[in-house]
């Protein structure tokens, strides 16, 4: 046998529930692993932990989304699902990268990548893109990243938030989502830049969507909530591009809100740019507008809205 079975070696204590660091030889290689399985507690705030992650992974598959391979396993008679740690010297969360490097999006060597990821999340309902779940490794000179932890992703989601899938509440972005990275809003300027990346998801076939999710084993994921996920995932692929216009535009606040928000930022710098820009703008006459989203800080889930700026002109 090439493949020995994986071998718990530390615990992480998480807020919905422990994950195991896991270890094993792989053709030769050495494999960690983070292992996560259902307990009552998370089976009550995420629903069906394994499926969200195994169904998220696959979808991001299909969009080429660098994302951890994710594997169903049983470790000490728990069966749950792993999360394959890329073979790379160094990995750092994105928020590590951010207090390394500063701005982290200028690292990477492809950022683009962010865009697609925030469609993709937007697609699946992810409430939990934060800069933990994110993670970059040096590639070259620059760093390259793959997404991690889905479980509050699709099912996990409607539970964590107790809405239905089909509630209007997950066609507003800004209200749902409370966590960007750090440094993406003041990377998207305007709707177009996000096009390609919501034509490319709504261009995927609904057999593949099925497939991704079929692929569940039916002892993991029951008749029900198949045909639940798989209505959810087809109706937002179909209404993927008005959700993702409406968030652009909801994101357009004055001039004042952003000045407003300036004291509050710890990004002073980048604000005080924008500023500049948009009195260049006025004096050029040009119409403008900006986008902002004020921060939020919501005691529930301790996030907090960064000072990122999101800038849009009229063409
Ligand atoms: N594939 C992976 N590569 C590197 N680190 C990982 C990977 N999967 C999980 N981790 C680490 O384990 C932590 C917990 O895993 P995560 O899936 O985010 O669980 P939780 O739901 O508790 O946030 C992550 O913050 C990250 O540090
Ligand atoms: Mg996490």
Request: proline share 4%.
């Amino acid at each position: 046998m090439t493949t020995k079975s994986w071998r718990p070696v530390r615990k992480l204590v998480r807020k919905l529930g422990p994950v195991w660091v896991v270890r094993r030889t792989h053709h030769n290689h050495k494999q960690t692993g983070y292992f996560k399985f259902p307990t009552r507690r998370n089976r009550k705030y995420v629903g069906n932990l394994i499926a969200n992650e195994l169904i998220s992974y696959r979808l991001a598959k299909l969009i080429d989304l660098n994302v951890a391979n994710v594997e169903l396993a049983k470790i000490r008679g728990r069966r749950g699902v792993v999360s394959i740690a890329r073979p790379a010297r160094h990995l750092y969360s994105w928020n590590r990268l951010h207090r390394m490097k500063g701005s982290a999006i200028h690292h990477l060597d492809h950022p683009e990548q962010l865009l697609r990821t925030f469609v993709f999340d937007v697609w699946i309902c992810n409430v939990d893109r934060h800069g933990g779940n994110l993670i970059t490794f040096p590639r070259g000179k620059r760093y390259g990243f793959y997404l991690i932890d889905h479980g509050l992703a699709l099912d996990g989601a409607l539970k964590w938030r107790k809405r239905p899938w089909n509630s209007s509440y997950w066609t507003n972005v800004w209200r749902y989502n409370r966590h960007y990275v750090r440094g993406l809003l003041s990377y998207v300027r305007n709707y177009r830049q996000l096009v390609p990346y919501i034509k490319q998801i709504q261009r995927i076939p609904s057999r593949d969507i099925e497939a991704a999710i079929d692929a569940v084993p039916a002892s993991i994921l029951d008749y029900e909530n198949r045909q639940k996920i798989k209505k959810m995932l087809l109706y937002r692929q179909r209404n993927l591009d008005w959700i993702i216009k409406k968030w652009a535009k909801e994101g357009n606040k004055s001039v004042r809100d952003v000045q407003k928000h300036v004291s509050e930022s710890s990004e002073t710098e980048t604000v005080q740019k924008q500023q500049q820009r948009v009195k260049q703008n006025k004096r050029h006459g040009k119409k403008h507008q900006v986008f902002s989203k004020p921060p939020r800080h919501n005691k529930q889930d301790h996030s907090t809205f960064g000072a990122d700026y999101l800038y849009y002109y009229y063409s």
